[in-house]
Structures are given as C-alpha cells and as structure tokens.
C-alpha cells in the first residue's frame, strides 16, 4: 500500500508497473481523505468501521478532532491496534469499551517510533472503539490507522478466595514484542 498525503491541490499520476517486467492484473484504488463524511464522529455513534485486517487513512482536522472508528472483536483473539503518522507530528491511540470508557491508550509504541499501538486480548465478541487523537493538541494532519488480529488464545480465570487471577495462553506475535505463555 502506497500512503501519501498531497501538500498542495494538484493533478498527480500514479505508475503502476513490474520489478520483474511481468505482465498479469492488478486492482487500484485511491481514496480522498477530505471527502464528505470522510471525518468520523468522536464518539460512540461514529458511522466508521475498521476491521481487523483492514487499514485506513484518517485526517485530523481541528485541534479538537477526535476520530472513532468501530471494531468488531472475535471472543478469545489477541490484537495489535496501530495508528501511524503521514502529515501529523504524534498520534495517539485510545481503545474504548461499547459505552466509550477508556480500556488502554498509547503514545509512543516505542522510544524511536511517533506511532501509537495497543496490544488487547478479547474475552468475549464486543465491538470496541480506536480513538485517534494527537498528542500536542495543536497537531493536525492525516495518519493511517489498522487493526490485526494476531492470535487466537485461551483466557482461563482462577479463584483463590477473594483473589482471582487471568491467564492468557497461546503465542501473540506483532512487528513490536513477541511474548508467550504456556500451561
């Protein structure tokens, strides 16, 4: 995928061609951040869905833009969420619950990185909102945003009196950490 925020109104060309002078088919599609309805709501009644696989282009528009998209989880899959900047300084990313509380949130996905990524295991099929902000309250500007789901795992609980414990089994890998856990 090719991601590129124009500086300037223009008429652009995209070449579309073989590192190997193969021929055969290919599917092209292009999609203008700045279109109506293209901004989505920053709440819970957001008319934007991402699914996992799926990676969209956002724009922040305003100091107080706050971009929600819906996510529909599987019960027992591990995700990685990410949202990376184009024309934005630092995004950051919140995961909210179906009511739009705070559940985890991310600056910096690491200490040389501007991109935000959280990491959540779901215990049971819910949708959940990515909520696109920025860290600097002034920045504005576009960013690409995904979802992935990364592995299916067991969530097993275990009582001890008034003390329970959760513990996640299975192998959850993503281009940042890579942990595993085993009975």
Not at 31 to 37: K, L
Not at 150 to 172: C, I, M, N, P, R
Request: a negative charge; aromatic letters at 8%; hydrophobic letters at 40%.
């Amino acid at each position: 995928r090719v991601l590129w925020h124009a500086a300037s109104d223009a008429t652009w060309f995209l070449d579309v061609g073989s590192a190997t002078a193969a021929s055969g088919s290919y599917q092209l599609s292009a999609r203008d951040a700045n279109a109506p309805d293209a901004d989505p709501p920053g709440s819970v009644q957001t008319n934007r869905r991402l699914s996992p696989e799926e990676f969209q282009v956002g724009l922040r528009q305003s100091p107080t833009d706050e971009d929600w998209y819906a996510v529909d989880l599987a019960a027992g899959t591990a995700y990685a969420f990410a949202v990376f900047p184009i024309g934005m300084n630092d995004p950051v990313l919140r995961l909210r619950d179906a009511q739009g509380r705070l559940l985890a949130t991310n600056d910096d996905a690491a200490a040389d990185s501007l991109a935000a990524e959280i990491h959540y295991v779901s215990t049971g099929a819910q949708t959940v909102y990515l909520d696109v902000g920025a860290y600097n309250p002034s920045d504005v500007g576009a960013y690409a945003d995904s979802a992935q789901a990364v592995a299916a795992v067991t969530l097993s609980t275990y009582a001890f009196g008034t003390a329970s414990v959760s513990v996640v089994e299975g192998t959850l890998t993503s281009n940042a950490t890579a942990a595993s856990s085993s009975s």
